[in-house]
């Protein structure tokens, strides 16, 4: 699947067996979109695994890292990719404790299916997982590499005929989707479910919050029931990778798309369709 | 660190960067002691092994993991060393529905420290991780990748001069510790937290748990509170690699070695020090 992929600076594509990333899902990621060559939002993206990266007290050098993608982008032409940057604990010694102040650096670019505009402009339909996310307050937020919730999740989906699935915390509050992040539109407001238990706080959730207030929206971030779901005018997701796409059904519960959502969406169309 | 290794029956010392091992911490472990070129407690191991891998869908066949570990030991000769399995989803595609029931198997040998019997008879101290485990039934008693909280939690342990921490789930009860086991002997019942929702069921466990009706003692598998830990007569822990340690201080709580703890030492003693 990769095209081209870079460990710790080198042209690699494999990494040792002791890596603290295979080894306890010890790292993070980020999954980028490069359109025309190049990676929309990457100061974001890099500066969001560095924070995070301090949350886990793994070793993040941004510089480094942006050094790594334009050697890697440098070859890519003005074509599109995904870039995916992955920062791993080093692999110091057997064990859990981590003993060395080291990082491994794992820079990939791959395939990305030519941009279409059909979800984004039709939208798409939702399954509810039974998956539910455990609450971890100390990992809420985190793009990290423990991600097996999110594959029980979305391996809940499979044949079911959904685009997304949508997963709640183990008390019912709506945190996400196995992918993207969810916003409500309520009466007038924009929702977005607050991820202090659990869940993925997305670069793309954060521009659209960012838009929602230089727009002059009134944005909401609370803990999000089922029944807020069901009174909401609109529904839709986001990840930096597809944008933002319409929810026109969760199960059998049918939204309309609404001009909320056609809003923010003309904010960053530019980025994933000019 | 690593002496020798094998990736899907090869000879190998790194995995391609697509392993959904690392990219999502998808997949199994198991840690296992050889001793004298023998590795304890094998079909116990993959045995688990394979009931964890149905419970996340991930394909398992014993019999070929078998094979890799007998092919790997025979260099061994009567040498201690540790056998570690991991067991990965196969690599398959981008993103977390994992779409084809295939898996990769790496098997590897790594050096032990010699057998010391100092930590078995005399006793190890405890500190209390402050770190709490996420309550999630789906991946409870699995011994998975995704370890982050044994990472955090194990860091907690850096520098403050104790052997183990102890880790407690969200609503305060005692789960385990952070690579063991936790037992108590309590009013001459010999008790065991209950990993419904978090914490590793590990194979040193569950022989403890046969040994100890094998042996007549009454068995309490249940929600252990801080106060049953307080007035237990006794608390040790194990692990595979390990055995059994006796706990002789938990922060600053005072515990005695006493009888139940001697007696299940004997019963695995041969195991670790024949």
Redesign the interface.
């Known amino acids: 699947?990769?095209s081209a992929?870079m460990?710790n600076g080198q042209l690699?594509?494999?990494?040792?067996?002791?890596?603290?990333?295979?080894?306890?899902?010890?790292g993070l990621?980020e999954t980028i979109l490069v359109r025309k060559g190049s990676a929309l939002w990457l100061g974001e993206h890099l500066q969001r695994l560095a924070q995070d990266a301090h949350r886990?007290?793994i070793p993040c050098d941004t510089g480094v890292l942006a050094g790594d993608c334009s050697r890697l982008l440098a070859n890519l032409g003005a074509n599109d990719a995904?870039l995916k940057i992955?920062l791993?604990?080093g692999?110091v010694?057997?064990?859990?404790?981590?003993?060395a102040a080291a990082s491994h650096r794992?820079v990939?670019l791959?395939p990305v299916a030519p941009a279409s505009q059909g979800y984004w402009q039709q939208g798409v339909a939702l399954g509810l997982c039974q998956?539910?996310l455990?609450?971890?307050p100390?990992?809420a937020g985190i793009k990290?590499?423990?991600?097996?919730?999110?594959?029980?999740?979305?391996?809940e989906?499979?044949g079911r005929g959904f685009d997304e699935g949508l997963v709640l915390d183990?008390t019912g509050k709506i945190i996400e989707a196995?992918?993207s992040n969810v916003f409500l539109a309520v009466g007038g407001c924009l929702v977005s479910p607050r991820l202090n238990d659990?869940g993925v706080n997305g670069i793309m959730r954060q521009q659209i919050l960012a838009a929602a207030e230089r727009i002059g929206l009134r944005v909401v971030i609370e803990a999000v029931e089922m029944s807020t779901l069901r009174k909401a005018d609109e529904v839709f997701i986001c990840n930096s990778v597809i944008g933002i796409w319409p929810v026109i059904k969760i199960e059998c519960m049918h939204k309309a798309i609404g001009p909320m959502c056609r809003q923010l969406q003309r904010e960053f169309e530019s980025h994933f369709y000019a």
């Open positions: 699947m990769t992929s460990v690699a594509n494999s990494i040792s067996l002791d890596n603290r990333g295979l080894a306890y899902g010890d990621f886990l007290h995904i992955i791993t604990r692999a010694s057997r064990g859990y404790s981590p003993r794992i990939s791959s998956t539910r455990a609450r971890q100390q990992l990290h590499l423990n991600r097996l919730e999110q594959v029980l999740a979305a391996r989906m499979q183990e196995t992918r659990c």
